[in-house]
């Protein structure tokens, strides 16, 4: 069974700093993992995914996630964050061995950029 | 151009009451999903269908029943409705099944309110 944790309901951040947010994953094979975003009153948009290749992959809006095997990670990262950025975050894991398997999404991390 | 579009956007009613949410997408995916979101943000896969075929059936009240006409459409039907439903109900569409890479495109969600 595939699971996903996001260890952190909330994370702040001050505009221009650095923004990180966590996610680790449980699965049997070699995971598909992605990012999403979410807005107030809105669905949840596409951000990056990993699926087999470099370990560094860039998304939408600059952000940037590292898949790292041996901690099972797929932190999300931004170098310069903005106030635009206060969001709702969801990790994703997708076990590709399981036919017709489903996403399973991680609790969310409520970011908050502060100018 | 919406790509996964969700009617009605906000839905009031009655408890007891019977009630469909229409999902459409214009992006020619294969497989469509209904999630539930709840008050603290949590997303729970409820059902999906590739190329109009039920492949996920969380364990979900039989009070709720999907039907796909095409696989550009899933509608949700809810018999019988309890104030536990009271969620944000979000139709997302991807294709390749539960095998494939490629990310969900989500709609902006449907507000039920159980009153």
């Known amino acids: 069974a595939q699971s996903v944790a996001q260890p952190e309901d909330q994370v702040n951040v001050a505009e221009g700093n650095p923004l990180t947010v966590k996610c680790t994953y449980s699965?049997?094979?070699?995971?598909?993992l992605f990012w999403y975003v979410q807005y107030p009153n809105r669905g949840l948009q596409f951000l990056l995914k990993y699926i087999t290749g470099d370990n560094l992959v860039k998304g939408s809006y600059g952000f940037e996630a590292e898949f790292n095997k041996s901690q099972t990670s797929f932190h999300l990262k931004k170098p310069s964050a903005l106030v635009s950025d206060s969001a709702l975050y969801f990790c994703a894991v997708r076990d590709p061995s399981d036919s017709w398997g489903k996403f399973q999404f991680g609790a969310g991390t409520q970011v908050v950029v502060t100018p | 151009d919406t790509a996964v579009s969700q009617t009605p956007k906000y839905l009031v009613t009655q408890m007891g009451n019977d009630k469909s949410i229409k999902c459409e997408q214009n992006l020619g995916h294969d497989t469509m999903y209904w999630y539930k979101q709840d008050s603290k943000k949590f997303l729970k896969i409820m059902f999906s269908?590739?190329?109009?075929?039920?492949?996920i059936n969380e364990t979900v009240p039989n009070r709720f029943s999907p039907k796909s006409p095409d696989k550009a459409h899933l509608n949700l039907h809810i018999n019988s409705l309890e104030l536990g439903d009271s969620a944000v109900y979000f139709c997302a569409s991807s294709q390749g099944g539960g095998q494939g890479n490629q990310p969900q495109h989500f709609g902006d969600g449907t507000r039920l309110s159980i009153l």
């Open positions: 699965v049997s094979g070699n995971p598909y």
């Open positions: 269908y590739n190329n109009k075929e039920l492949i």
